[in-house]
């Protein structure tokens, strides 16, 4: 029986918001008459505003409160941002759909000065440490300022905090409508981008047959297969979103490359890779990929970087 009324769980950010009403927009005008109400719910990753998240435990911060809410049953699928999105779920849940990809690269917003012109030692406002460690990989000298909030809210901080450029996600600034603040996009090949970036994920209650064939339209093969076998990188290495672990995959027809990249905090130590193969064999890729970067040295860089993060947070205040 089809359905007519559909529960989607969604973050309150504006991003999230948009996220979940271009999935309610797209769900009724494919199913004339179907009902669909979006259930706003605040997550970990929302409330803790002033530590960065690899401080406070990267994984799940933007979706354990939305998964809870699904096995409570009251909604019936989640919107996320695939760069959000754990390795594992919850029994019972599972990722059904991922959509075709937006531009996968991370932007500059600046005072017209390129990326590669920026003064010596000038301030970058950042949420990722992958970010971070590719950037002084490149630019030791600049000084890396960690920024929460919504995409505005990190905008806004090139004044408020006196910062040289801000870098965030190209997709997300696409989306909101800020595609005149960009200065650059970085190339993939300085900027590898985060597990999934750019692509949506759809979560709900794998017995929920209705659901799952209500929502499959929604899924993206190429970039799906791509995703997925980022994905996988990031489990074999038992990475989290708060990791300086990236990972790009690009399909060409029946083919996948998949480039991985590992690095220390501050980008003195690193590694990077590529393979190619069958896209159906997206995750064995994946895992083949990580065990080739683990194998080169990223096993001893990500050793260490668990242990400054532990030391960390014996230092943060319960």
């Known amino acids: 029986m089809a359905l007519t ?15 979940a009403n271009w999935v309610k927009a797209e769900l009724e005008a494919r199913y004339h008459g179907m009902v669909v109400e979006l259930v706003k719910i605040k997550t970990m990753g929302d409330k803790i505003l002033d530590v960065p998240l690899a401080q406070v435990g990267g994984k799940g911060l933007f979706v354990k409160e939305i998964e809870e809410a699904m096995l409570r049953g009251e909604i019936d699928i989640a919107v996320h941002s695939m760069k959000d999105v754990p390795t594992e779920f919850p029994e019972g849940l599972g990722l059904v759909c991922i959509t075709e990809r937006e531009d996968p690269r991370d932007a ?20 990722a440490l992958r970010r971070q460690a590719q950037l002084l990989k490149v630019r030791p000298d600049l000084k890396m300022v960690i920024i929460r909030g919504n995409v505005e809210t990190r905008i806004s901080k090139l ?4 910062l040289d450029a801000v870098i965030l996600a190209a997709a997300g600034l696409k989306r909101l409508g800020f ?38 339209f929604f899924n993206h093969p190429a970039t799906a297969h791509a995703v ?91």
Request: glycine share 10%; charged share 25%; proline share 4%.
């Open 228 to 318: 997925r076998a980022e994905r996988a990188l990031l489990w074999r290495c038992e990475g989290g979103c708060q990791v300086p672990i990236a990972a790009y995959g690009q399909v060409s027809g029946d083919s996948l490359t998949l480039t991985g990249f590992i690095a220390s905090v501050d980008g003195t130590q690193s590694v990077k890779d590529s393979i190619t193969g069958p896209a159906t064999e997206c995750e064995k890729l994946g895992i083949a990929l990580a065990e080739k970067l683990l194998a080169a040295g990223g096993h001893e860089i990500l050793a260490e970087v668990y242990q400054r993060e532990v030391a960390r947070e014996k230092e943060i205040p319960v």
């Open 108 to 127: 500059v917003i600046s005072r017209d000065v390129p990326f590669a012109k920026l003064k010596k030692g000038a301030l970058i406002g950042t949420s």
């Open 179 to 216: 595609t005149n603040r960009i200065s650059e996009y970085l190339p993939v090949e300085l900027s590898l981008p985060a597990i999934g970036q750019g692509a949506l994920g759809l979560e709900c209650r794998l017995d929920d047959t209705a659901v799952r064939d209500t929502i499959a």
């Open 5 to 19: 009324k559909l529960r989607i769980g969604t973050r309150a950010s504006q991003l999230a918001l948009w996220q």
């Open 159 to 162: 004044e408020t905090e006196g």
